[in-house]
């Protein structure tokens, strides 16, 4: 089985994704067209990062479903579960996991939709500059 060597571990997700989260909860100087250049820079750098970050998260919420899969399985035999217990039962074992992919992809699409803000209010300075 291939196991990728690259992968984030948990821990440095999250704090990744906090690092990123607080920064695209920071305000914008949206009348500054050189501070817009440098977060429209850093949004696209977070993206990226955002993206692989996402990738990783998905790879343990999987890892983790497939390693509790067998034991969950066993239960259900023995318990006599039905399919939709033992579904259910298999997302609160990767409910940490799982909370870690939806934020990764939260904080990618934040960074696209700021991104196209930016552009937006950066062509708007352009060409307010071109009518004066």
Same mark, same amino acid.
């Given at each position: 089985?291939? &196991?990728?060597?690259?992968?984030?571990?948990?821990?440095?997700?999250?704090?990744?994704?906090?690092?990123?989260? =607080?920064?695209?909860?920071?305000?914008?100087?949206?009348?500054?067209?050189?501070?817009?250049?440098?977060?429209?820079?850093?949004?696209? &750098?977070?993206?990226?990062?955002?993206?692989?970050?996402? $990738?990783? $998260?998905?790879? +343990?919420?999987?890892?983790?479903?497939?390693?509790?899969?067998?034991?969950?399985?066993? &239960?259900? $035999? =023995?318990?006599?579960?039905?399919?939709?217990?033992?579904?259910?039962?298999?997302?609160?074992?990767?409910?940490?996991?799982?909370?870690?992919?939806?934020? $990764?992809?939260?904080?990618?699409?934040?960074?696209? +939709? &700021?991104?196209?803000?930016?552009?937006?209010?950066?062509?708007?300075?352009?060409?307010?500059?071109?009518?004066?």
């Amino acid at each position: 089985m291939y &196991q990728p060597s690259f992968t984030t571990k948990p821990d440095a997700i999250e704090a990744e994704l906090a690092e990123m989260q =607080e920064f695209l909860e920071m305000p914008s100087a949206g009348d500054q067209p050189e501070q817009m250049k440098e977060r429209l820079n850093k949004l696209a &750098q977070f993206m990226a990062r955002s993206g692989k970050l996402k $990738a990783d $998260a998905e790879w +343990h919420y999987s890892n983790l479903y497939q390693s509790s899969l067998m034991g969950a399985i066993k &239960q259900m $035999a =023995e318990a006599q579960m039905s399919t939709s217990t033992v579904n259910e039962y298999l997302k609160s074992v990767c409910k940490d996991y799982k909370v870690l992919v939806t934020w $990764a992809d939260r904080v990618n699409r934040s960074c696209v +939709h &700021q991104m196209d803000s930016l552009r937006t209010l950066i062509s708007y300075a352009k060409q307010e500059r071109q009518y004066q």
